[in-house]
């Protein structure tokens, strides 16, 4: 059981009084330097710092190394590992449950865009209030090293040959798929995961987080495009990108005062400020996001950073016009209609 | 000639997507509106338009609602289907047809009647020329209404009814009836026998469909989200959420306490369910074979998880696609057994559609208390058929939210809980919902190994620890099922042991076989598995138990066996599968036909019948095309 603050205890808080502590979870059992146990922790730091309540966030997963990871972050919160490539279906009816909840939601290339892609476009379409994390590393490692879908073309791993298919960009599905918030990174900067996090969390919809992460242990050949060595010289990264949370005090280093700053506001309220780079590139413009991606795979280059961020639209619970009570709270003199009903029910019978 | 009064069938052939059912609803109400039983039953095609399709309607004074195989009054306006129909009319029957078609009519043992049905209709000014031809099917029944004495009030009524009080398809339509009946006064003369007059035994009830009754009833059930895929014959239980779950749980702030999401497919409908069930919600889905297979794994991992959902399963004939239109009770074993590993089903049957709308709201009770998938198995002709039934009734007991635990209840306990512990000794454990703002109120749940207080474990000991328990799980539930519903006869030894939608096929066989064979039976429906003690108890009390159902291989009957084999010589399969809804007819052959060949059991005589059934009349030849017969 994870532990409630001690009193008196001298670790440092958050402004809800919680320590980092409240946020992780069991000990890890993926493979030591996977590129997941480091998204979680920067989850874990990501919603410490959002001073995010855990019993206001639930975790979901399919199954796959990946989907195995919401048991190593925030024990406090509800969790609900599902089925192989299911994982947007159960967090879509259980969000449901609690309109004031927030879907973390982690799976895989695998889970995602080979038996799931079904589950997973649909999911984007119906803009679910949830961070979707796809921890992609293009194999599959809990069956011990077979293609993903996101494998690229050539890639020659142990006992399956040469990849003969062209790979999946998940980026590029959900952005076609109508997603709101699309971003990537890459496992081995921590910071940008963290901040994406932040901003994904911060955005009311669907907010897909594209991680590449390293399989140390099926695919890491320097030459693979999932491994830390391509990803550290191939990293492209769009802008920077600092995330201000509206409860701490805003701290701009001076470089993103001189004007080079562009503002996306989040649905909460809270703004990101992006660099631009040389590239002037424009997170809300989707034919300009939708170019980067098709540019980026012709170059070979992992593009990181939000991507796109749709200008706000209602979450999926948002446009069902629910009561204010969450649906799971609420009793039988709001569920069963009066029994005077029967009879009208009846008279509408031939 | 002798009247034939209030007790005979029609059939009425047309093409699929013609809009004949306006009209063969109209007729059907009509004579309900008299007060006389009657019961409709679409044969139709799995076809948008053009394929032929046939209604049939039963008057029976005596109330008798199962599918009749023979059709004395044969009306047809397809001329795909003209000549099969007209061969179907018996002798003495009345044939009634569009005299547009132009084919050799070589009978003089029945009434032929042609109806100018174009030259009426183009003659009405009232009626555009883009409506001419569905209501043109309007003209049929005035015709018929004027032939066999429909009173055009009753008429008027079902109009009334159907188009919701707008005044102008009512009068557009009702001018067609009319013009029908007027033409037919003048023009035809009575050659038939076939009557109906005024009763008064459809007073207090209502027509309903089952698939509206298990929306409605699962409304009053407060049912919370429902997530679905279109596939007939299930779709309109979804869409009849749709359209009650507005009308019914309207309130002021003009806020929704529900959800209904169309889901890309049955994987994610069954995916959402379980997830909106495991928050919380009473959620449910509803299907039919096809769709139900698509949700196998997911049912498993809800059984094994432990979260609440109601399924709806519409039953067609399979297997895979195969005969998407018609009715059968073939997902049975499926269903019982569904899911990889040891696994349970708490499969509720509903008979007729006054359960259907039951079962909507005691589903949800049964799924939240077992904390487990409920399967509601209907069928076709339940669901999709129109039948005379009680009016629903407001449910008689309060919810059963089962066993959840809130802020308040896991403060009293100090967090002192486990998602699995069986803590009361029933074998279902105490849950807590997300949003519980508890800070030890959450757990994970996983269709993986875990223990007692939910964490992933690969233990032995605890992985078999549970699966008893979860065992035990369906002993505790069986107190809350439906239990059997037994129609005694005095004196019988013969058993009956049916499920479904037979029943109104079943109890007009037990008459007959009472009247004629001299054959006495006992007639137990089940209407929930897992089998509880009223079944064992029924099997013990009989010699001989025919279990009848509509599906091949006798699945209740495998069932059975399986559950009392020291009974399996004495319970006897009557089994067939075609599609078409029972028919009485059919229940007493096929009951006569093994009720003569008697095994013999090995150890002792007494086994086989005695004397009195030797006295029991068998019908010579159990005819093999007599289900197969709606042309």
Same mark, same amino acid.
């Given at each position: 059981m994870s532990a409630l *603050?001690?009193?008196?205890?001298p670790a440092a808080t958050n402004t809800i009084g919680l320590t980092k502590h409240d946020y992780r979870g069991a *000990? !890890?059992?993926?493979?030591?330097?996977?590129g997941h146990n480091s998204i979680s922790n920067q989850i874990v730091a990501a919603m410490y710092e959002l001073n995010v309540l855990p019993e206001d966030v639930v975790k979901f997963s399919g199954i796959g190394c990946s989907s195995k990871? *919401? !048991?190593?972050?925030?024990?406090?919160s509800f969790g609900f590992n599902s089925l192989h490539g299911r994982m947007p279906s159960i967090a879509t009816g259980a969000l449901f449950g609690d309109h004031t909840l927030k879907g973390i939601g982690v799976s895989g290339d695998g889970d995602s865009v080979s038996i799931g892609m079904g589950q997973f476009k649909h999911v984007m379409r119906r803009n679910l209030n949830m961070v979707y994390i796809v921890e992609n590393n293009g194999v599959y490692g809990l069956t011990k090293g077979q293609f993903s879908a996101t494998a690229e073309v050539g890639l020659e791993l142990k006992r399956q040959g040469v990849n003969p298919y062209m790979p999946i960009d998940i980026c590029m599905e959900a952005i076609i798929s109508n997603a709101t918030f699309i971003a990537r990174s890459f496992a081995g900067n921590a910071k940008q995961v963290k901040e994406l996090v932040k901003a994904a969390f911060s955005h009311r919809g669907i907010a897909v987080l594209d991680i590449i992460s390293p399989c140390v242990t099926f695919n890491n050949a320097d030459s693979a495009h999932h491994s830390y060595a391509w990803g550290r010289d191939h990293e492209e990264p769009l802008h920077d990108l600092t995330y201000i949370a *509206?409860? $701490? $005090?805003?701290m701009l280093d001076k470089e993103l005062e001189e004007g080079e700053v562009r503002e996306v506001t989040m649905h909460d309220g809270s703004i990101i400020l992006l660099k631009n780079l040389d590239k002037g590139y424009d997170p809300t413009n989707r034919f300009e996001a939708v170019r980067a991606l098709e540019e980026a795979q012709r170059n070979n280059w992992l593009i990181t950073g939000l991507i796109y961020k749709a200008p706000e639209k209602p979450a999926l619970v948002d446009s069902y016009n629910l009561v204010d009570t969450p649906l799971n709270r609420l009793a039988e003199f709001d569920l069963r209609p009066a029994p005077e009903m029967i009879n009208k029910v009846n008279a509408l019978m031939f | 000639m002798t009247k034939a009064i209030n007790d005979f069938s029609i059939i009425i052939g047309t093409k699929n997507g013609s809009g004949s059912s306006t009209a063969n609803n109209t007729i059907l109400r009509s004579i309900f509106k008299m007060g006389i039983p009657v019961s409709g039953k679409n044969l139709f095609p799995s076809n948008i338009q053009g394929l032929p399709t046939w209604y049939t309607i039963r008057v029976s004074k005596d109330g008798y609602l199962g599918r009749r195989e023979e059709q004395d009054i044969v009306i047809t306006l397809n001329p795909d289907s003209f000549m099969r129909d007209l061969a179907s009319v018996p002798p003495g029957g009345a044939f009634f047809y569009a005299d547009d078609i132009k084919l050799p009519i070589s009978r003089a043992d029945i009434a032929i009647y042609p109806m100018p049905i174009k030259k009426l209709i183009k003659d009405d000014a009232n009626i555009p020329g883009n409506f001419r031809e569905l209501v043109g099917n309007m003209i049929y029944v005035g015709v018929l209404a004027q032939m066999i004495g429909i009173d055009l009030d009753a008429v008027h009524a079902a109009l009334e009814f159907h188009f919701k009080g707008k005044q102008k398809p009512i009068d557009m339509n009702f001018g067609a009836v009319k013009a029908g009946a007027e033409w037919a006064k003048a023009n035809l003369e009575k050659k038939d026998s076939f009557h109906v007059e005024p009763m008064n035994k459809t007073e207090g009830l209502i027509m309903a469909d089952g698939n509206t009754a298990a929306a409605i009833g699962s409304v009053f059930g407060g049912a919370q989200f429902v997530a679905w895929y279109p596939i007939t014959p299930a779709t309109s239980i979804a869409e009849g959420m749709n359209e009650y779950l507005p009308m019914l749980r309207k309130r002021e702030d003009g806020k929704h306490t529900y959800a209904v999401v169309q889901a890309e497919d049955e994987l994610a409908a069954i995916g959402m369910a379980i997830g909106a069930g495991w928050s919380g919600l009473r959620a449910m889905t509803s299907t039919s074979g096809p769709g139900l297979s698509l949700m196998t794994e997911f049912v498993g991992l809800a059984y094994y998880a432990e979260v609440p959902v109601v399924i709806w399963d519409v039953q067609r004939i399979g #297997?895979?696609?195969?005969? #998407?239109t018609r009715t059968s009770q073939a997902d049975l074993s499926f269903v019982a057994e569904i899911g990889h590993g040891d696994s349970d089903s708490i499969i509720l049957l509903p008979g007729d559609v006054n359960e259907c709308f039951d079962f909507g709201w005691q589903s949800f009770d049964i799924a939240e208390r077992a904390q487990a998938p409920v399967f509601v198995l209907s069928d076709l002709d339940i669901g999709m058929n129109q039948w005379m039934s009680r009016p629903f009734e407001y449910p008689k007991t309060p919810m059963d939210r089962g066993k959840v635990l809130w802020e308040k209840d896991l403060e009293e306990l100090k967090g002192n809980w486990g998602r699995y512990l069986d803590k009361d000794g029933d074998a279902i454990a105490y849950r807590t919902l997300p949003g519980n703002k508890y800070p030890l109120s959450s757990y994970f749940t996983r269709g993986t190994g875990h223990d007692e207080h939910a964490k992933y474990t690969e233990d032995s000991t605890m992985f078999v620890r549970n699966m008893d328990r979860l065992k035990r799980k369906y002993e505790t539930i069986k107190q809350y099922l439906p239990k059997p519903i037994l129609h005694a006869t005095k004196g019988a030894e013969v058993g009956i042991l049916a499920y479904g939608s037979t029943e109104a096929a079943i109890n007009e066989a037990r008459v007959r076989l009472e009247r004629d064979h001299n054959m006495k039976t006992d007639f137990l429906r089940v209407r929930a598995l897992p089998l509880t003690q009223e079944v064992d108890e029924f099997i013990a009390k009989h010699d001989r138990i025919y279990v009848v159902e509509m599906n091949r291989d006798g699945q209740m009957h495998q069932r059975l066996t399986l559950a009392h084999p020291e009974s399996a010589m004495k319970l006897i399969s009557v089994a067939y599968g075609d599609g078409l809804p029972a028919s009485a007819r059919w229940v007493r052959e096929g009951i006569l036909a093994k009720h003569t060949n008697v095994p013999v059991s090995k150890p002792a005589a007494k086994a086989t019948p005695t004397k009195k059934k030797t006295s029991v009349k068998q019908t010579k030849t159990v005819s093999k095309n007599s289900r197969k017969g709606v042309k």
């Amino acid at each position: 059981m994870s532990a409630l *603050p001690m009193a008196g205890a001298p670790a440092a808080t958050n402004t809800i009084g919680l320590t980092k502590h409240d946020y992780r979870g069991a *000990p !890890t059992t993926l493979c030591a330097g996977c590129g997941h146990n480091s998204i979680s922790n920067q989850i874990v730091a990501a919603m410490y710092e959002l001073n995010v309540l855990p019993e206001d966030v639930v975790k979901f997963s399919g199954i796959g190394c990946s989907s195995k990871s *919401p !048991t190593y972050f925030m024990n406090r919160s509800f969790g609900f590992n599902s089925l192989h490539g299911r994982m947007p279906s159960i967090a879509t009816g259980a969000l449901f449950g609690d309109h004031t909840l927030k879907g973390i939601g982690v799976s895989g290339d695998g889970d995602s865009v080979s038996i799931g892609m079904g589950q997973f476009k649909h999911v984007m379409r119906r803009n679910l209030n949830m961070v979707y994390i796809v921890e992609n590393n293009g194999v599959y490692g809990l069956t011990k090293g077979q293609f993903s879908a996101t494998a690229e073309v050539g890639l020659e791993l142990k006992r399956q040959g040469v990849n003969p298919y062209m790979p999946i960009d998940i980026c590029m599905e959900a952005i076609i798929s109508n997603a709101t918030f699309i971003a990537r990174s890459f496992a081995g900067n921590a910071k940008q995961v963290k901040e994406l996090v932040k901003a994904a969390f911060s955005h009311r919809g669907i907010a897909v987080l594209d991680i590449i992460s390293p399989c140390v242990t099926f695919n890491n050949a320097d030459s693979a495009h999932h491994s830390y060595a391509w990803g550290r010289d191939h990293e492209e990264p769009l802008h920077d990108l600092t995330y201000i949370a *509206p409860r $701490e $005090e805003i701290m701009l280093d001076k470089e993103l005062e001189e004007g080079e700053v562009r503002e996306v506001t989040m649905h909460d309220g809270s703004i990101i400020l992006l660099k631009n780079l040389d590239k002037g590139y424009d997170p809300t413009n989707r034919f300009e996001a939708v170019r980067a991606l098709e540019e980026a795979q012709r170059n070979n280059w992992l593009i990181t950073g939000l991507i796109y961020k749709a200008p706000e639209k209602p979450a999926l619970v948002d446009s069902y016009n629910l009561v204010d009570t969450p649906l799971n709270r609420l009793a039988e003199f709001d569920l069963r209609p009066a029994p005077e009903m029967i009879n009208k029910v009846n008279a509408l019978m031939f | 000639m002798t009247k034939a009064i209030n007790d005979f069938s029609i059939i009425i052939g047309t093409k699929n997507g013609s809009g004949s059912s306006t009209a063969n609803n109209t007729i059907l109400r009509s004579i309900f509106k008299m007060g006389i039983p009657v019961s409709g039953k679409n044969l139709f095609p799995s076809n948008i338009q053009g394929l032929p399709t046939w209604y049939t309607i039963r008057v029976s004074k005596d109330g008798y609602l199962g599918r009749r195989e023979e059709q004395d009054i044969v009306i047809t306006l397809n001329p795909d289907s003209f000549m099969r129909d007209l061969a179907s009319v018996p002798p003495g029957g009345a044939f009634f047809y569009a005299d547009d078609i132009k084919l050799p009519i070589s009978r003089a043992d029945i009434a032929i009647y042609p109806m100018p049905i174009k030259k009426l209709i183009k003659d009405d000014a009232n009626i555009p020329g883009n409506f001419r031809e569905l209501v043109g099917n309007m003209i049929y029944v005035g015709v018929l209404a004027q032939m066999i004495g429909i009173d055009l009030d009753a008429v008027h009524a079902a109009l009334e009814f159907h188009f919701k009080g707008k005044q102008k398809p009512i009068d557009m339509n009702f001018g067609a009836v009319k013009a029908g009946a007027e033409w037919a006064k003048a023009n035809l003369e009575k050659k038939d026998s076939f009557h109906v007059e005024p009763m008064n035994k459809t007073e207090g009830l209502i027509m309903a469909d089952g698939n509206t009754a298990a929306a409605i009833g699962s409304v009053f059930g407060g049912a919370q989200f429902v997530a679905w895929y279109p596939i007939t014959p299930a779709t309109s239980i979804a869409e009849g959420m749709n359209e009650y779950l507005p009308m019914l749980r309207k309130r002021e702030d003009g806020k929704h306490t529900y959800a209904v999401v169309q889901a890309e497919d049955e994987l994610a409908a069954i995916g959402m369910a379980i997830g909106a069930g495991w928050s919380g919600l009473r959620a449910m889905t509803s299907t039919s074979g096809p769709g139900l297979s698509l949700m196998t794994e997911f049912v498993g991992l809800a059984y094994y998880a432990e979260v609440p959902v109601v399924i709806w399963d519409v039953q067609r004939i399979g #297997p895979s696609t195969g005969l #998407p239109t018609r009715t059968s009770q073939a997902d049975l074993s499926f269903v019982a057994e569904i899911g990889h590993g040891d696994s349970d089903s708490i499969i509720l049957l509903p008979g007729d559609v006054n359960e259907c709308f039951d079962f909507g709201w005691q589903s949800f009770d049964i799924a939240e208390r077992a904390q487990a998938p409920v399967f509601v198995l209907s069928d076709l002709d339940i669901g999709m058929n129109q039948w005379m039934s009680r009016p629903f009734e407001y449910p008689k007991t309060p919810m059963d939210r089962g066993k959840v635990l809130w802020e308040k209840d896991l403060e009293e306990l100090k967090g002192n809980w486990g998602r699995y512990l069986d803590k009361d000794g029933d074998a279902i454990a105490y849950r807590t919902l997300p949003g519980n703002k508890y800070p030890l109120s959450s757990y994970f749940t996983r269709g993986t190994g875990h223990d007692e207080h939910a964490k992933y474990t690969e233990d032995s000991t605890m992985f078999v620890r549970n699966m008893d328990r979860l065992k035990r799980k369906y002993e505790t539930i069986k107190q809350y099922l439906p239990k059997p519903i037994l129609h005694a006869t005095k004196g019988a030894e013969v058993g009956i042991l049916a499920y479904g939608s037979t029943e109104a096929a079943i109890n007009e066989a037990r008459v007959r076989l009472e009247r004629d064979h001299n054959m006495k039976t006992d007639f137990l429906r089940v209407r929930a598995l897992p089998l509880t003690q009223e079944v064992d108890e029924f099997i013990a009390k009989h010699d001989r138990i025919y279990v009848v159902e509509m599906n091949r291989d006798g699945q209740m009957h495998q069932r059975l066996t399986l559950a009392h084999p020291e009974s399996a010589m004495k319970l006897i399969s009557v089994a067939y599968g075609d599609g078409l809804p029972a028919s009485a007819r059919w229940v007493r052959e096929g009951i006569l036909a093994k009720h003569t060949n008697v095994p013999v059991s090995k150890p002792a005589a007494k086994a086989t019948p005695t004397k009195k059934k030797t006295s029991v009349k068998q019908t010579k030849t159990v005819s093999k095309n007599s289900r197969k017969g709606v042309k």
